[in-house]
Each structure stands twice: as structure tokens, then as C-alpha cells.
């Protein structure tokens, strides 16, 4: 278990995660303050009126700081691609979590630890396609419907620039992944994290990647 891990991955439900216009994180600061409204009131005792805002600062100080940290860490490791490993086979889908910049429709959205799949396509170009579901979180605050449906990552061989083994930690379980950097098509630098459920995923498309490309 990864207390870290788990941290970032609440901070970031807070953040994306609303009620109305307004994300948990943003909610909480508001009820925070207004409990000790309650107290003018008569609705609340000064101990009650601590204790609610005591928990609804300390979750919005926590949407605030795993904001500033990008919401994962990564661990890069000194380790080499294993040998035999196969690459999947063309419009095969593998299974990954994905963190980076996103389009479709014109539209660009930065996601992180989204439920993807990496394939290749008979082109030789990669793609990273994502699923945002409609979602609660803390049984208040829903996804963004603009959000809900698909997102796309396409990396083509010319266009990646570094392939980085290592550990992201998001989520109560660290787990193996791959960093990606890569250029735009507007010619700026991107990157994103591909995290598995175990190694031998991580290989085969760290297999895939690699092919004509470094």
C-alpha cells in the first residue's frame, strides 16, 4: 500500500470531481468556512463546528497539494528492455492506465489514470485510447459530462523522443510503468505515463514502442 499514492489519487477525485460549477476540493473549502457560521446560528456547537471544518480544510488542502504535484509520481528505474519479449501484434489492445494530454473533436483534456488501451496500428502508428465514464466520487460530486466518452493519444515512431522505465505510484499500489515523451504535432515537447498491471505488459509495449523508433 502506498499512502503517497493514495493521497494524490483523492486529491485529484476532489479536483475533478463537482457539484455544479464548483470541484469537491472548492466545496469543501466553502463548508469549511460556513461551520463556523453555524455556530452564530445555533446549529452547531463550537467542538462540531471544529471538527467539520478541521475535515473539509484538510480534504481541500489535500485537492491543493496533490494539484502541485501533477497528481502522480513517477520513479524512473536503470533497467533494460528484457530480451524475447513479443510486441503486440497489429490493432491488438493492451490493457494500460493512462496519464497525459488527450484530444478528440479539436478538443484537448489532460487526464491522469485513465482506464486506456495501447495499440498499433497496421501504419505503425500508436494510439492511446482512453474511456472517461460518467462517475461519482464522495457520493456528491460528478465527472464532467463534456468529458464522458473517448480520448485519443496518437504517437507516431518519428515523433517519440524517450521511453523511460519505472514505477508511477497513483492509486493505493505502485506499479510498473513507462514514461513517453514525445513532440505534438505543434512541435512542443508532451509526455505520458503508461502504467500496468505487471511487467510483462509493460515489455510488450515498451517492444512496440521501441520498433523504428530509438
Keep these: 500500500m502506498s499512502s503517497l499514492g493514495t493521497l494524490l489519487w483523492l486529491g485529484y477525485g476532489l479536483n475533478r470531481h463537482k457539484v455544479g460549477p464548483l470541484p469537491l476540493s472548492g466545496l469543501a473549502l466553502t463548508a469549511g468556512a460556513l461551520a463556523w457560521g453555524g455556530i452564530w446560528r445555533g446549529w ?10 478541521l475535515v473539509c480544510w484538510a480534504l481541500a488542502g489535500i485537492g491543493l497539494w496533490a494539484r502541485g504535484q501533477g497528481y502522480l509520481r513517477f520513479r524512473a528505474e536503470d533497467a533494460p528492455l528484457p530480451p524475447d519479449v513479443s510486441a503486440p501484434l497489429p490493432d491488438e489492445r493492451v490493457p494500460v492506465c493512462a496519464s497525459g ?25 500508436h494510439v492511446i485510447m482512453a474511456h472517461i465514464p460518467r462517475s461519482r466520487f464522495l457520493l456528491l460530486g460528478q465527472w464532467p459530462s463534456e468529458e464522458v466518452g473517448w480520448w485519443y493519444i496518437f504517437l507516431s515512431s518519428q515523433a517519440l523522443r524517450s521511453i523511460t522505465p519505472g514505477q508511477l505510484l497513483f492509486g493505493p499500489r505502485p506499479r510498473p510503468a513507462l514514461e513517453v515523451c514525445y513532440r505534438s504535432e505543434g512541435g512542443g515537447g508532451q ?23 530509438i
Design 191 to 213: 509526455r505520458v505515463h503508461l502504467a500496468f498491471t505487471d511487467p510483462t505488459q509493460r515489455a510488450r509495449v515498451w517492444a512496440a514502442l521501441r520498433q523504428g523508433s
Design 44 to 53: 452547531l456547537s463550537l467542538a462540531q463546528a471544529a471538527a467539520i471544518s
Design 101 to 125: 494530454c488527450f484530444e478528440v473533436m479539436y478538443k484537448r483534456r489532460g487526464f491522469i489514470g485513465a482506464q486506456a488501451v495501447f495499440s498499433t496500428m497496421d501504419s505503425g502508428e
